[in-house]
């Protein structure tokens, strides 16, 4: 392009980027022009076709510029400049594709729009040879039940077929030939269909060629391998095969199906001899026989397999069993002498040459005979047995794993066979090319067969030999010369090996693979191959995707494919070619290749390849990082004839394409050529060639270091110990992770460099955190490595293969000195990658430097590159301490090397220059202190001692006398005193102690703050820490590990500390001892089982509430001390279906049960209630059993000993002297149920006779008492006083407000103590919340407020400490509802089960009241303003308001007892909560007692109930004026009928059954209230006047109401609420009303039926 038009495009004020050059193909000497018209747009993408070509501009607009016939009809319509494509204006394209006639763009939403030539339905319309204009197609999925439509990535067009690559990574397809991949016959196929056999997988590129298609796609995670089947599913052939040599075995696994198709319908019945020639729906298609694929081949054709003379003829040369060289076990050929003939002359020089070609280390050429019989299949139906018999002799032979290799370089009798798949007696079918006889046919194979095997290439079942070393991505492990004759014994070693060494291929968190270009890649192809275009090894078509074997673990990047040649790119910027080479297009020498192989491009590296129609262009990078084109193909410039031998065979540089600018892309088509170019602006264009160019040269750079360097030295032996080779694996794999890193980031700054180029979407700006882990990663594994000494002992057993490849070396390292230290060289190979941080930092600021300093870019270009550069200097600094540490350990002396010396220790500083000494040492002690990053060491003579850094503590002494420069250090155990010489010195250890402290306590020193400009260590590191640590002298605390919060070397906080012995401590401590809360276990040997405590602590020891199980069963739960059950308790012994199960409640005194308790003996059916004193029953008690046996009296060492009272069940009692249990002894009183009794001497157990010797009273029938013995009356006399009983639940109570006893101590230090413990138990709630649901939490919140109680006493204060106190007992985390839990949980197992005993109910309804009573002082104790028991708290005026008298309907404002006021009672403020809790067991025992005269009441109750309303009334006697007229039933009035019953007084019946629902006797008092009140309802509406009850009015109706509530259990009510009512009442209004209902009562019971 000449100056003068450069200029004045400058002046239209172009845009310097995606500028488009084009020039027509075929010759070397070139001059790139502008394409016209575009009017500075910048270009995205281009893409060309046959003719014409595509532009893909910056706003999403399309242009078309060339030969476009579909325009106007089948006339030429030629487009010198482009023309805009108005169809697709607003669509907003993201990518175009171009076809050899037809075209393709998709846009933002995934639509797909075609147009162009569609005579084979390329452009999915159906019936329509042109589509002119661009028209939207439907991908639908037919597998999502409402149909979604697919939206599209990427497209590819090729002559006849278009393919499209959906967002989910699947391809579509559509138009004519087997390249479509698609399972059908039937073509065009003109609506898009998935090709099947790669759905799943996931596809990352496709590329089309004119008719044979690719696709780059993942490979699967490792773990999602399925097992390797052992024969091939398409031809039957085994896979993995093996060739026994005279001294050395050769495994292959290198089978390559040559079908490639699952056959279906016409399938042979014999898969193993089945046609090569893909049988499909009868339409056959064989390698290169026919131009066409659609072509059918006649079905007369006979297809004739070897027979089985023929397969032991070719399988008995040299008497060689079957070979490893795996063939299809489909051989077609119609002379067996043929091609066995055929073999042998090839034998004679072709074979001789491949493999002199490939084998230059053979030592002994093996005889011609042998060399075939390597090659010559047996019979394809070998069967398992065989090969399994082959095995298990190579086994033998080699003795170990055999190490898997491939054999290379000899040629396959497959090969063979595909070209004499045609029988020559029969006519060949009509090909697409003319007809064309048998005889050329075989020729022009024979010709190709030769040129193939005259290259040395290998056939595809034994895959390519490698131009560079396979990365391991195929299941093998290379050996030098792999035809070499290896000696058993060199296998051996070798398979030893392998089975060490670590996958260098590293298997990732697939993080990076999210984000950036994936390397695990394969190449799979289909279509036409006539010329081998599709790398398969061989020339047949394949109707289905296969994977091109060979380019496995290659790490393809980007797929081009040309008109019948494909390229490869790999990440290291290779290439692989393969296809037809007639015009020299594959790059290499001269004859076509089946198999992909390495094109020779001179540049520094090819970073972007296109194939046209018979050339291609290669982009490189230059030396000035400028890219440079390469072209290799057809040149059109010679004469006609000599064309063929005039091709450019390898690629040619273009020069006049560098000079233009920065080639970004390049695209080739039939004719033209085009590139796109960006203008170098500020050198921001070069700054990325330059980061992209430097990146590719880098993974070159790290991948041969890998393979060259890594993986030899992980094969040797002798590589020391373990240790030290798991040491050198992990710096391995770390730096396999590294380089693969470096890999994707090259990929990806080359889809960079195609794309828009926006700097903020740089991988390392974006994913940075990615590359400074991988970095730091790698760090950490080479200095542990490195302190080791890893590189002095891999220099021993590596010299001879380093000093062998000492340039080499030099070379990966870049280290030039003279002298060459091996230890160094490694050193500078493996630290080499660090400093590709300052590239990155450096690129980075000069790509900021293109940006305005205000715009986030800049800012952004900034942070990332000084996050870079100080990720450098920290790496730095690490290798630099490992450097020092490794030095350190050279002079250091070697019996504590070996102890001391880890991977991640690095020396911080150390004490040998005698700047350091110890505090009152001998005077010839040695003391040496060395501080690393993890400990303090202070070594001795021979001895030495570490001290973890994360439980020690230092600080300065004060400048006392005596402790000049002195450091105290304290850890768990020891404590002592440093000295240094200086103050300096002081300072200086000050520093690095603390420091060091700091950092092991914050853990690894790697994670700095990137950008932070390093780490600003704190001077303190802190007092408290959470630690670890095994304690080795402490008395109670030897051998067991502690692991949680210390303070200044104590245990302090919550921890767990674990016993060599097998205890377990878990909970919290205090300044060294468990303290608080905690759970404990202790293993019982015996048993098997563990002793567990879980509670509170104190000073090491159990101490106040906890539960402890032990192993035997027993389980202990109420308070401790001094770890012995001391205070209240409940043991639970044994289960109930346990030998002994029994159970205690009560009081404890070190260990033994002493003071009150129940002890229920669950076997034996009997409760004791009574006093006990270690461990034994002394002192007054009550026994009761289950068959109603009743005993109170003295108790002495467990027996029944001394003056007593006996009851049975029948009202038989005894009162006298006992002297073991049930057993009378001496004087007594026997009184029988009918009042008579005897006096006397009495000796015998109860119930088996018993003596008597004394004297039979009668009672005279007239005396009063002859009711109740009189034993009944004096009951409970003998027993324990209430106020005795549970004197330890009280005292806990008192002692959790902070008093010593009952009354004594500050009212104020008892509030705090509530809150202290409210607080405390929430807290220890919270983290398990599920124990809290939301009202108990709401009532804890509401207990933090504590009633005021200023002023004068009102009502409305007595209201809110009644409030409070619900509120406390609601909750056990508070002290009073704790105290109100247990006394219910002792009150229940007291009177429940065989305690439910009539005799005990007045014995319980006094423990009810003493409860109250103390209860009453400890809320007097917290509310000192509470009036006493039975005070008066005056209304206030307001609350005096006119009530009703029940016995008037006026409002009695002066009636004649006017309240003073509310009496305070223990009843009326603690009953409402005490009793609901108690009433069950309490109401049972009422209901026994009453048993006898609650059944006489009921069945008058029942028999009066029969009667009507009316009779009922009369009966009763009640007045007729207070008979109800009219009753309402459901709502609607009714006249009283003489048979209406169950109407009259219903409200007040209903009333009146309510008292069963109510719990406290105040609640009952109020029910009976209302009935009285409803009562006078009625028959005030009835007589419609004022009128006053009298009794005598009042009692028949009562009666009436009474009768028919029909309560069941009514004496029980009455006797409850006698026995519990407020004293006070027992004269008021509610007490005549109570005294009425009693009296209906004892009514009822007398009333006779006349």
């Known amino acids: ?221 490792v773990q999602e391998m399925k097992p390797i089947p052992e024969r091939c599913n398409h031809c039957s052939q085994l896979l993995i095969t093996m060739t026994d040599k005279e001294d050395h075995v050769i495994i292959s696994d290198s089978h390559c199906c040559p079908l490639g198709v699952a056959l279906a319908d016409k399938q042979t019945e014999n898969h193993a001899f089945c046609s090569s020639l893909e049988n499909l729906e009868g339409k056959s298609v064989t390698g290169s026989q026919s131009e066409d694929c659609k072509k059918p081949l006649g079905e007369e054709h006979a297809l004739v397999a070897l027979g089985s003379d023929g397969a032991s003829l070719l399988s008995s040369n040299n008497g060689q069993e079957d070979s490893g060289i795996s063939c299809p076990g489909n051989i077609l050929c119609t002379d067996k002498k043929e091609v066995k003939e055929y073999l042998i002359s090839l034998s004679d020089h072709t074979l001789n040459e491949s493999l002199e070609k490939n084998v230059c280390t053979e030592s002994e050429q093996p005889s011609q005979g042998e060399q075939v019989g390597a090659c010559i299949p047996g019979p394809p139906g070998t069967s398992a047995s065989a090969l399994n018999s082959l095995v298990a002799s190579c086994a033998s032979a080699v003795g170990v794993r055999v190490a898997a290799t491939y054999e290379a370089g000899a040629l396959s009798l497959k090969k063979v066979m595909n070209f004499y798949g045609t029988p020559s007696n029969e006519p060949s079918p009509q090909t697409g090319s003319g007809s064309m006889g048998p005889e050329t046919l075989k020729d022009s194979r024979e010709e190709q067969v030769k040129l193939e095997s005259m290259q040395g290439k290998k056939s595809s079942s034994l895959v390519d030999i490698r131009e560079e070393e396979s990365e391991g991505g195929s299941r093998r492990l290379s050996l030098p010369g792999l035809l070499s004759q290896v000696s058993p014994r060199l296998l051996r070693k070798v398979g030893r090996a392998k089975m060490r ?116 262009l290669f982009l490189a990078d230059e030396e000035d990082f400028q890219p440079g084109l390469y072209y290799c193909g057809q040149e059109t410039t010679t004469d006609k004839n000599l064309s063929e031998n005039n091709c450019s065979k390898s690629p040619v540089l273009l020069l006049s394409c560098s000079k233009i600018g920065y080639i970004s892309n390049v695209i080739a088509g039939g004719d033209n050529c085009l590139v796109l170019v960006d203008k170098n602006i500020m050198g921001y264009i070069a700054s990325l060639h330059e980061l992209a160019s430097t990146e590719r040269r880098f993974y070159f750079r790290l991948s041969e270091i890998k393979s060259q360097v890594l993986r030899p030295l992980l094969g040797l032996d002798n590589l020391g110990s373990a240790n030290t080779i798991q040491l050198l694996q992990e710096m391995a794999s770390r730096f396999s992770k590294l380089c693969y890193l470096i890999g994707q980031h090259g990929a990806s700054l080359t889809s960079f460099l195609h794309g828009v180029k926006e700097a903020r979407s740089l991988a390392i700006l974006k994913h940075s955190s990615l590359f400074l882990d991988s970095y730091t990663e790698y760090c950490t594994s080479i200095t542990n490595f490195l302190v080791m000494g890893g590189f002095m002992l891999l220099a021993k057993p590596a010299i001879d293969f380093l000093s062998k490849n000492q340039e080499l070396l030099q070379k990966l390292s870049e280290y030039n000195e003279e002298s060459l230290q091996l230890v160094d060289v490694l050193n500078a190979l493996f630290f080499m990658p660090f400093g590709r ?33 100080s990720l450098a200097v920290h790496l730095g600094r690490k290798r630099k301490e490992a450097e020092y540490t490794l030095s350190f350990w050279k002079t250091f002396p070697g019996k504590m090397t070996d102890s001391l010396r880890k991977p991640d220790r690095r020396l911080i500083c150390e004490s040998s220059n005698r700047g350091l000494s110890l505090q009152h040492a001998g005077r010839f002690s040695v003391n040496w202190f060395i501080l690393f990053n993890d400990a303090l060491v202070h070594a001795q003579f021979s001895t030495h001692h570490i001290f973890a850094l994360s439980t020690l503590w230092v600080e300065a002494l004060s400048e006392e006398a005596g402790n000049v420069n002195g450091l105290k250090i304290t850890t768990p155990e020891e404590q002592f005193v440093l000295l240094s010489s200086t103050p300096q010195e002081k300072t200086k250890w000050l520093r690095a102690i603390s420091q060091a402290v700091d950092q092991a306590l914050k853990g690894t020193s790697d994670l700095i703050l990137y950008g932070a400009g390093g780490n600003v260590p704190r001077q303190e590191p802190p007092i408290s820490r959470s630690a670890k640590y095994a304690f080795y002298k402490d008395p109670r605390f030897k051998d067991a590990v502690y692991d949680g919060r210390w303070l200044s070397g104590k245990p302090h906080g919550r921890g767990i500390l674990k016993w060599a012995d097998g205890r377990m401590y878990s909970g919290t401590f205090r300044t060294g001892l468990e303290d608080g809360y905690g759970e404990y276990r202790v293993p019982n040997k015996a048993l098997n089982k563990d002793d567990h405590y879980v509670g509170y602590w104190k000073e090491g020891k159990m101490c106040g509430h906890g539960v402890y199980s032990y192993a035997t069963g027993e389980v202990y739960e109420g308070c401790f001390q001094d770890n012995m059950r001391h205070g209240h308790g409940l043991l639970r012994s044994g289960k109930l279906t346990s030998s002994s199960p029994s159970m205690f409640i009560g009081q404890w005194t070190m260990d033994k049960k002493s003071g009150y308790g129940v002890f229920d003996d669950i076997t034996r059916g009997e409760k004791y209630m009574g006093m006990w ?167 804890l919140e509401s207990l933090e407020f504590i009633p005021q109680h200023t002023g004068a006493f009102t009502l409305e204060k007595y209201e809110n400490i009644k409030k409070y106190l619900i509120k406390a007992c609601d909750t056990p985390l508070h002290p009073l509802g704790k105290l109100v839990e247990t006394l219910v949980a002792v009150y229940r197992m007291t009177y429940v089960g065989v305690g439910a005993n009539r005799r005990l109910l007045q014995e319980a309804v006094r423990e009810i009241k003493s409860y109250l009573k103390r209860i009453f002082q400890l809320v007097r104790f917290l509310f000192p303003d509470l009036p006493e028991e039975g005070s008066t708290i005056p209304f206030q005026p307001t609350e005096i308001k006119g009530r009703r008298s029940f016995c008037s309907g006026k409002s009695d404002s002066r009636s004649e007892s006017p309240e003073p006021g509310y009496v305070v009672t223990s009843f009326g403020l603690l009953l409402p909560v005490l009793l609901p809790r108690l009433y069950p067991p309490l109401f049972m025992l009422y209901a026994l007692d009453n048993e006898r005269e609650e059944d006489v009441y009921w069945e008058c109750v029942l028999r009066l109930n029969k009667q009507t309303d009316m009779a009922l009334l009369s009966f009763l006697g009640v007045q007729a004026k207070f008979w109800p007229g009219t009753v309402s039933i459901l709502g609607e009035s009714r006249k009283v009928s ?55 009015d009042l009692f028949p109706v009562f009666l009436y109401v009474v009768l028919r509530a029909r309560i069941r259990n009514l004496g029980s ?13 027992q004269h008021g209004e509610q007490g005549i009303m109570f005294t009425t209902l009693k009296a209906c009562y004892y009514q009822i019971q007398h009333e006779k039926l006349t």
């Open 1173 to 1339: 004193q270690d461990d034994l029953c002394q002192g007054n008690g009550v026994v009761v059993t289950q068959f109603g046996l009743y005993y109170e009296g003295a108790f002495s060492t467990n027996k029944m000993m001394g003056t007593g009272i006996l009851l049975s069940e029948d009202d038989t009692v005894y009162e006298g002297e006992f002297s073991d249990n049930w057993t009378l002894s001496g004087k007594g009183t026997l009184t029988l149920p009918n009042g008579d009794y005897i006096e006397g001497l009495f000796s015998g157990e109860w119930g088996s006779g018993i003596k008597i010797t004394g004297t039979y009273f009668k009672p005279s029938l007239y005396e009063s008492e002859k009711d109740k013995p009189k034993a009944l009356r004096k009951l409970g006399i003998l027993a324990v006083p209430p106020d005795e009983k549970w004197k330890a639940v009280f005292e806990e109570c008192w002692n959790q407000l902070g008093c010593e006893s009952p009354g004594q101590g500050d009212r104020w230090k008892a509030w705090d103590n509530i809150a202290v413990a409210l607080t405390t138990n929430r807290r220890q709630h919270k983290d398990s919340p599920e124990l809290l649901s939301r009202s108990h939490t709401q009532t």
């Open 501 to 616: 060494t670590v996958a260098l291929t590293p298997t990732y968190s697939g993080e990076a693979d999210a984000l950036l270009p994936s390397l695990r890649t394969e190449v799979w192809s289909w279509g036409r191959g006539k010329d081998g275009q599709l790398g398969h090894g061989d020339v047949l078509p394949r109707l289905q995707p296969l994977c091109v074997k060979s380019l496995d673990g290659k790490e393809v990047i980007q797929l081009s494919a040309g008109g019948h040649h494909s390229l490869a790119l790999t990440a290291k910027s290779q290439v692989y070619s393969w296809g037809s080479n007639i015009f020299g297009q594959l790059g290499h020498t001269s004859s076509p290749t089946t198999v992909p192989r390495l094109a020779k491009v001179c540049g520094d590296g090819v970073w972007s390849t296109a194939a046209g129609s018979d050339y291609s």
């Open 1613 to 1625: 009510e009455v006797h409850l609420i006698e026995d519990l009512m407020d004293p006070y009442l």
């Open 1538 to 1592: 003489s048979n209406t019953k169950d109407a009259c007084f219903a409200s007040a019946v209903e009333c009146l059954q309510q008292i069963s629902t109510t719990f406290t006797p105040a609640d009952k008092l109020k029910v009976i209230q209302q009935t009285f009140e409803e009562i006078s309802q009625n028959v005030l509406e009835s007589l419609q006047e004022d009128f006053l009850w009298s009794m005598d």
């Open 837 to 869: 941080l300052h590239d990155y930092a450096r690129t980075l600021l000069k790509l900021a430097t293109c940006f305005e300093v205000a715009s986030p870019e800049y800012q952004k270009l900034q942070d990332s590159s000084s996050c870079y550069e």
């Open 1 to 221: 392009m000449d100056s003068q038009e450069r200029s004045s495009e400058e002046a239209e004020g172009a845009k310097e980027r995606g500028l488009v050059y084009t020039w027509r193909a075929g010759s070397c000497s070139i001059t790139p022009e502008r394409l016209p018209g575009l009017c500075g747009k910048t270009v995205l993408q281009a893409a060309l076709g046959t003719n014409h070509g595509l532009l893909l501009t910056e706003g999403g607009e399309v242009y078309s510029f060339g030969k476009l016939p579909w325009r106007s009809g089948p006339q030429e319509f030629c487009a010198n400049s482009p023309i805009l494509e108005n169809t697709l204006l607003g669509q907003h394209v993201i990518t175009v594709a171009a076809g050899s006639f037809h075209n393709g763009a998709v846009t933002e939403g995934g639509v797909v729009y075609m147009w162009g030539n569609n005579s084979s339905g390329q452009c999915a319309v159906a019936n329509q040879p042109y589509v002119p204009e661009p028209q939207p197609i439907s991908i639908s999925d037919s597998e999502t039940s409402p149909l979604l439509s697919v939206r599209i990535l990427q497209l590819a067009c090729g002559e006849e077929h278009t393919l499209a690559l959906s967002l989910s990574r699947e391809i579509w397809a559509w138009g004519s030939g087997c390249q479509l991949g698609l399972i059908t016959t039937t073509f065009p196929v003109t609506k898009p269909q998935k090709v099947e056999h790669l759905a799943g997988r996931v596809v990352l590129q496709i590329a089309c060629g004119a008719y044979h298609s690719l696709a780059l796609v993942q490979c699967l995670p």
